[in-house]
């Protein structure tokens, strides 16, 4: 008998999904709660997730299946757990009844922790308009991408992805002599609900993928000239502890320093014709783990590649996706576009002239 065909009654988990071959559903109940423009986890409106509680479910769960949890927090004031083919074979056959009583005290156990923290259900769409007004505002949203040397066996999309440190530096000095101020996502998601005041020359810096170098080269410069930046993380990268891409602890740290730390998928793989588990695992999934390493509710989000489809529309509607970005051009933002911003590309041949004509005619 799979996990998900237990009856647990008496806890506030509810359970589906009893063939062995199926992934187990666990919905935790928990009541909800509103959000603030930048919520945080040690607000006690804002609790973090239940990831972290049901942490020693994954790991009993690791260790005799390999599997990997993600918790669907998209029905508002529930969470679903989806345990996907949660030790559903076991070998030898013998072992399977007590592997079972095993997995069900630790999540009856987890349940009597999520119960007793009262974690709140963060993840709930926001209203569609603010205040009532409808506005639309310029702010240019740059997106880039690697900043380093180009190696020798670099193919197209390399070289197109990537600018030099130096050219990089020259670019912020740029911003910084003209008067350009940097603001963040959430900046521009209030003023356009509410109308919150932008500094003039407002400009959002972005930095797709969560490399190694945004944390060496881009973290620094953008601190030396008082610049904030939107860093997209691919969060698998992190918990695989890849070198090349930034570490749990270098993301925390940059989140601590007040940059934007947000999710760009699991694994960065394209999001259109996909059913709704893979979605629930790469978004959802990325969004709760930027939450649990940060204390921050992560808020916007990123499309791999830029490509979505109506599918990847409605999940980021479903959960409390404030703002995503593509990768279609353009400076121009209304309140009513929530999920498909422009932005303005910066290529690998985009010198300072190149970025002064982006700003200045896009």
């Not at 509680?53 to 390999?66: M, P, Q, T, Y």
């Not at 410069?221 to 939107?230: H, I, K, N, R």
Request: aromatic share 8%; with cysteine; hydrophobic share 40%.
């Amino acid at each position: 008998m799979g996990i998900g065909a237990m009856n647990i009654s008496d806890s506030p988990v509810r359970c589906s999904g009893s063939q062995p071959s199926t992934e187990a559903v666990c919905h935790l109940r928990v009541p909800a709660s509103g959000g603030s423009a930048r919520p945080s986890a040690n607000n006690a409106n804002t609790k973090i997730p239940a990831t972290i509680i049901v942490s020693k479910v994954d790991n009993a769960r690791r260790h005799l299946c390999g599997e990997t949890l993600s918790i669907d927090m998209s029905l508002g004031d529930t969470y679903a757990c989806h345990m996907q083919r949660l030790c559903a074979i076991v070998q030898p056959r013998a072992r399977i009844g007590l592997l079972a009583g095993m997995a069900f005290v630790l999540l009856s156990m987890t349940a009597v922790e999520v119960h007793s923290r009262q974690v709140a259900s963060v993840f709930s769409p926001q209203p569609a308009v603010g205040d009532g007004t409808l506005r639309r505002i310029r702010v240019p949203i740059l997106m880039y991408h690697r900043v380093s040397e180009v190696p020798p066996d670099a193919d197209v999309y390399r070289i197109d992805l990537t600018i030099a440190p130096e050219v990089f530096r020259a670019h912020m000095q740029y911003l910084h002599d003209e008067g350009y101020n940097t603001i963040s996502l959430y900046q521009l998601n209030d003023a356009l609900l509410r109308g919150m005041r932008l500094p003039s020359n407002p400009v959002v810096l972005t930095f797709d993928d969560g490399y190694i170098e945004h944390y060496a080269t881009v973290f620094p410069t953008l601190q030396e000239y008082g610049f904030a930046g939107t860093f997209f993380v691919i969060t698998g990268y992190a918990d695989a502890n890849n070198p090349d891409y930034l570490s749990w602890e270098q993301i925390s740290e940059m989140a601590d320093a007040g940059m934007s730390m947000e999710p760009h998928t699991k694994s960065h793989l394209g999001l259109v014709g996909r059913d709704n588990d893979f979605l629930l695992y790469e978004v959802l999934g990325s969004f709760e783990s930027i939450a649990e390493h940060t204390d921050r509710i992560p808020r916007m989000f990123a499309y791999p590649g830029g490509d979505y489809d109506d599918a990847a529309l409605h999940m980021l509607a479903s959960l409390a996706c404030w703002r995503a970005v593509t990768t279609h051009h353009g400076v121009l933002h209304t309140t009513d576009n929530y999920l498909e911003l422009p932005r303005v590309r910066v290529s690998g041949d985009t010198a300072v002239t190149g970025l002064a004509y982006l700003l200045q005619t896009s």
